[in-house]
């Protein structure tokens, strides 16, 4: 499958007064052309810090060890950041954020935000940049778009902002989208307009998309792959049905175990004991190892590499060795799988 996007061993350090923080550990990363890959784990995991490296835009404490990440044959890291600002960010790779009032400008009419973007990259009239707003507000679902052009951010609702975000983040036909908890700020009824709006327009426009997330739930509606972070390393990747159904890290077991069950037997919803090292000290082993019931004393010595299961799906555990004893997944998480399985083949 053509790849559209490929980072190789990334690794990354931020330089502070309490000492070296070793964020990024090592990230492999693939992105197959339109299609959508999901990075999910616990905040801190390193999930935003590796979508920030690829679009130049980590803070300046931070140092690239190592590692290449490859867009349309370029490796960005050997970029300027005068270049990748103009040639690749809103051009090729445009990102949406959590929050959109952080992202929008409270001083700025929304159709000057919109195309300004368009003037730096495009070089087209105000004219045309003004038609392109309009249509793109249209896109977005926006009703009065004529009129919403004139409008600042603080007049708008919670979803119009980030569908205006969403906008801005199109203006100049990226063929990469990458959007960093897009709903989180939002309400249930919202949040859904805005993922099917991002699939429909990943339809239209044949966009690639990641979606940075610890919401499993939106995971399991727009994604075709998943890579699950801990740590700054990813532990798992597989397909989505391979990561739901069929799981092999303890780790993405928690990470399901933890999702709301209406048919659950447990009365209490489920967490993942202890919390993720404290990349200060970085962790001998396996980083999961403190939290994980199912750790074995090799765990504390070695790092686990990725064991292959199928063409698309590998995870770093050491049960996954041949030589390691067979743990079963969890009963009440078994039975969840076989649940949302039989769910999947209803639907």
């Known amino acids: 499958m053509e790849k559209i996007l490929t980072i190789k061993n990334l690794d990354v350090t931020f330089r502070t007064n309490a000492g ?24 801190g995991s390193g999930k935003s810090v590796t979508m920030k490296a690829v679009t130049g835009l980590l803070d300046a404490n931070s140092i690239i060890n190592s590692g290449e990440i490859i867009y349309n044959g370029v490796d960005l890291l050997k970029m300027s950041k005068k270049d990748l600002r103009q040639k690749i960010n809103g051009r090729r790779i445009a990102m949406v954020f959590q929050d959109p009032m952080t992202s929008l400008d409270p001083t700025m009419t929304i159709g000057d935000q919109i ?7 495009k070089k087209i009239s105000k004219e045309d940049a003004e038609r392109r707003a309009v249509e793109l507000l249209n896109l977005v679902g926006i009703v009065d778009a004529e009129k919403r052009i004139e409008n600042y951010p603080h007049q708008l609702s919670g979803g119009m902002r980030q569908r205006v975000v969403i906008a801005i983040a199109l203006s ?49 509606k727009v994604a075709d792959y998943v890579n699950v ?29 933890a999702m709301p069950d209406l048919e659950t037997d447990d009365d209490r919803l489920y967490s993942i004991p202890g919390s993720p090292p404290n990349l200060l000290h970085e962790p001998k082993g396996d980083a999961f190892s403190a939290r994980n019931k199912f750790s074995m004393k090799i765990d504390e010595r070695a790092e686990p590499p990725m064991f292959k299961i199928s063409e698309t799906h590998s995870a770093a555990t050491w049960l996954l060795h041949p030589d390691a004893p067979k743990v ?20």
């Not at 897009?182 to 979606?211: C, E, F, H, W």
């Open 115 to 121: 195309t300004e973007g368009m003037f730096l990259h």
């Open 20 to 43: 070296d923080i070793h964020a990024i550990r090592g990230v492999d990363f693939d992105l197959p052309l339109g299609k959508t890959v999901a990075l999910v784990g616990e905040s």
């Open 172 to 220: 100049c036909e990226p063929r990469i989208l990458i959007c960093d908890e897009p709903t989180t700020a939002l309400d249930v009824t919202v949040q859904a307009r805005i993922l099917n709006l991002i699939k429909d327009i990943q339809a239209q426009m044949g966009l690639s998309v990641i979606y940075i997330t610890h919401d499993l739930g939106v995971v399991a």
């Open 229 to 257: 972070m801990y740590a700054g390393k990813i532990i798992e990747f597989g397909t989505v049905e391979e990561i739901f159904y069929d799981p092999r890290h303890p780790y993405t077991w928690g990470l399901l175990s």
């Open 328 to 347: 079963e997944l969890p009963p009440e998480l078994k039975s969840r799988l076989e649940r949302s399985r039989r769910a999947a083949h209803y639907d």
